[in-house]
């Protein structure tokens, strides 16, 4: 059975109309992250966490700042609890702190 460019396009469209439809539009799913046990302490971390390296050294630059508490807001929103930071990160300990302090 052949398949026409006609079929495709109805469906692509039919699709694209039922995603507007209430019930039918994806939604973001809130749920836990995966945790994982500290053996030594049993204490629950998630098994991702928000990496600083790099992209928090931005010095005292204020829209790069600003993207840095956008980030770490983002995260907070989706469960995320556990920040890696290192004093060889450069500015990336004073971002996250500047972060904190601004999300409260």
């Given at each position: 059975?052949?398949?026409?460019?006609?079929?495709?396009?109805?469906?692509?469209?039919?699709?694209?109309?039922?995603?507007?439809?209430?019930?039918?539009?994806?939604?973001?799913?809130?749920?836990?992250?995966?945790?994982?046990?500290?053996?030594?302490?049993?204490?629950?971390?998630?098994?991702?966490?928000?990496?600083?390296?790099?992209?928090?050294?931005?010095?005292?630059?204020?829209?790069?700042?600003?993207?840095?508490?956008?980030?770490?807001?983002?995260?907070f929103?989706?469960?995320g609890?556990?920040?890696?930071?290192?004093?060889?990160?450069?500015?990336?300990?004073?971002?996250?702190?500047?972060?904190?302090?601004?999300?409260?």
């Open positions: 059975m052949p398949i026409h460019r006609r079929a495709i396009l109805k469906g692509g469209f039919a699709a694209i109309a039922a995603a507007g439809l209430p019930g039918f539009a994806p939604r973001a799913e809130t749920r836990r992250p995966e945790m994982r046990v500290i053996p030594s302490s049993g204490a629950s971390i998630p098994v991702v966490g928000l990496g600083t390296w790099i992209t928090f050294n931005v010095g005292v630059d204020p829209v790069l700042l600003d993207e840095s508490v956008a980030v770490m807001a983002a995260f929103e989706a469960g609890t556990v920040i890696d930071s290192s004093p060889m990160y450069g500015s990336s300990q004073d971002t996250v702190g500047h972060g904190l302090a601004k999300l409260g």
